[in-house]
């Protein structure tokens, strides 16, 4: 009398193994994209203030109101600018920054990282014309004291995990765009035919971000400059994605109506 063994027997695996390793894969798939779609939101929700607050600014729509200010704190970080074989000047530098207490009616505010040219001339106790938008204290007596991205907090961990959320996005326009054209009647793209529109369209987003950067030195900055990056790799790897569509493949059974293989003679 046999027995009958279940698993693999070619990668003497015992049963169960498979099974385990399909549902571990799954929780890591979801978590992974529990990640990215949490960094997407925080991503669009600081482009969204970004934006607003200099629309804002720029057309005089800020809700101004009466402030004293109760408190005026400086931080002040001194250090050398690198120098000998960390490059650099090697000069002393010392910068400061306020953080500026503010009484707007019956409710306080607490302004950080204010830079020095924006304090002079302010002292505790005097009355001035706080700029708000949506409650956030964005300019005293038409002083600029909003602090916009800055590399710390969590726009530090936006910045260093763009390439990433950046890659993801295009990766699921190109996953977006070739099913609709299977649903049209064309060939549908395997996943291996979409790597090469995505690399493609990576590099355009990764060169736009290093000219925004480029810019940011010489003070040339752009608010929604997330957006810029996204829509270039977006648009070049649709673009080539598309041509890949047009190149003429030979056909296959599962691109036949109803999944069939055709008929041979």
Not at 9 to 33: E, I, K, M
Not at 46 to 67: C, F, I, K, M, P
Not at 171 to 188: F, H, Q, T, V
């Amino acid at each position: 009398m046999t027995q009958e063994r279940t698993g693999d027997t070619t990668a003497r695996t015992t049963p169960g193994t498979r099974r385990t390793r399909t549902v571990r894969g799954r929780v890591l798939r979801w978590a992974f994209r529990l990640v990215m779609a949490a960094l997407i939101l925080l991503l669009a929700l600081r482009t969204y203030e970004e934006t607003g607050v200099a629309h804002a600014q720029s057309n005089g729509t800020l809700h101004t109101a009466g402030a004293t200010i109760t408190g005026l704190t400086s931080h002040t970080v001194s250090g050398r600018d690198g120098g000998g074989q960390d490059g650099g000047s090697g000069e002393w530098n010392v910068s400061t920054t306020y953080t500026i207490d503010l009484r707007i009616g019956d409710g306080t505010k607490t302004v950080n990282g204010v830079p020095d040219d924006s304090v002079n001339d302010l002292r505790e106790g005097q009355r001035v014309q706080a700029g708000l938008w949506h409650g956030r204290v964005v300019e005293i007596d038409g002083r600029d004291v909003w602090l916009g991205w800055h590399p710390g907090g969590w726009d530090m961990a936006l910045f260093l995990l763009y390439p990433l959320i950046a890659g993801y996005l295009i990766a699921l326009a190109l996953a977006a765009a070739a099913n609709l054209a299977g649903r049209d009647g064309r060939a549908r793209l395997e996943r291996k035919e979409r790597g090469a529109p995505w690399v493609f369209g990576f590099l355009v987003a990764m060169t736009a971000s290093f000219a925004l950067i480029g810019c940011a030195a010489f003070g040339n900055t752009t608010v929604y400059w997330p957006l810029v990056p996204l829509a270039a790799g977006t648009a070049a790897g649709l673009a080539a994605l598309r041509r890949v569509h047009r190149r003429p493949r030979a056909p296959r059974p599962e691109d036949a109506p109803g999944g069939s293989t055709p008929a041979q003679a």
